[in-house]
């Protein structure tokens, strides 16, 4: 911690998330959310749990560092994507599917959550050095570990933090401006169609 810049293995536990061994499916007593690839959101980098699985957690035989906390951090290590995505405050609890990473830090030390996910998010150098795929990028355990963390001051790290949110929040909103102008757009061009089938 002296030079403030530390590898990730020294700071965070990472772990597998779980292999459920079968296809996840909404159960009648479900009482925890499966979190699987088709749930991040890999534009607003967060969780969506609109359509998530539950199933019920006593069955499932998860140990109970299983269960994710808010403040985790989900690796998604395989594929053209590679994200760590915050883990939410929810009404239920949550544990991830082995396609998973999860990174999870030291309370002890002074480092957030939101400015970890950031750092490991703008790593394409040394993920682009260390990757095992060809097309596809695929980061491992092992990789993740060996990652250089730089860590600022906290208030350093809180600015860094919310412009990141700035910029996702800006994002989203030209992209509902692009939709809704695509949608004029269209509705212009079926007026104009409607009008010629009328011989107007």
């Given amino acids: 911690m002296k030079n403030n810049l530390v590898s990730l293995g020294s700071i965070a536990v990472l772990s597998n998330g779980v292999n459920l061994r079968k296809i996840p499916e909404n159960e ?8 699987q690839y088709k749930n991040i959101d890999f534009d607003n980098e967060s969780i969506n749990l609109d359509g998530a699985v539950k199933m019920n957690l006593k069955r499932l035989k998860c140990k109970n560092d299983d269960i994710l906390k808010p403040g985790d951090l989900l690796f998604t290590g395989s594929g053209n994507r590679n994200k760590a995505i915050n883990v939410p405050v929810t009404r239920f609890p949550m544990i991830a599917t082995h396609h998973f990473i999860v990174i999870r830090s030291n309370a002890s030390l002074n480092i957030s959550s939101e400015y970890l996910a950031l750092f490991i998010n703008h790593s394409d150098k040394y993920f682009n050095s260390v990757s095992q795929g060809t097309i596809q990028q695929n980061i491992s355990k092992e990789n993740l570990l060996g ?11 809180k600015n860094t933090s919310q ?16 939709e ?4 004029l757009m269209q509705g212009i061009f079926e007026t104009y169609n409607t009008h ?3 011989g107007e």
């Avoid at 809704?180 to 949608?183: A, S, T």
């Fill in 28 to 35: 009648d007593d479900g009482d925890v959310f499966v979190i």
């Fill in 147 to 157: 990652l250089e963390i730089q860590i600022p001051s906290l208030e350093l790290q």
């Fill in 163 to 178: 412009l990141q949110k700035l910029v996702l929040e800006e994002k989203k909103l030209l992209q509902e401006l692009s």
């Fill in 180 to 183: 809704k102008r695509k949608r």
């Fill in 196 to 198: 010629i089938k009328n």
